[in-house]
């Protein structure tokens, strides 16, 4: 826990960027109409199952993803910088005691997003499950810009926790 504070602080000191306005270039929300593959990812600690996934441009997929590591995890589609900037915001949830090891307090997070949007974690392109939790994406690879999943749990990322994103 005490590291997981150190780097809550040290993230502190980065500026947080606004997020949604970068979405954009990644793709899009995709329509479940329109999804043509799905795949099953699963979280460990702090790995992904599987850790490359192939997408051809414009293609809408979704994403099964299962958290079977006993910490909390998230997967994000983003792009390297972006997930950069995302984990000042994750410190901040940690920050806040809203993000723990292996618990996200809902409660307190629906509360304390009133006054702060961004504690919120609500982006389309990403999902942050407690242990044992499923969630789903469905995403529109609607781009050319280079691509990979990512937990931006604090230390997490730093830990290797990405999957490669490889275009077809
Ligand atoms: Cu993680």
Known sequence: MIMYRLIAIFLM??????????????????DIKNVTKVVTVNMFDNYYEPNEIVVKEGETIKFIVKNMGELVHELNIATKEMHVKHQPEMAKMVEHEILLADRIDKKKMK??????????HKHANSVLLEPKETGEIIWKFSTSAKLEIACNVPGHYEAGMIAKIIKD
Do not use: R
């Not at 000191?13 to 995709?30: D, F, N, Q, R, T």
């Not at 509360?111 to 702060?116: G, R």
């Open 13 to 30: 000191l980065i500026p947080s960027v606004c997020y949604a306005s970068s979405m954009k270039m990644i793709g899009e929300k995709g």
């Open 111 to 120: 509360k304390m997003a009133k006054m702060d949007h961004s504690l919120a």
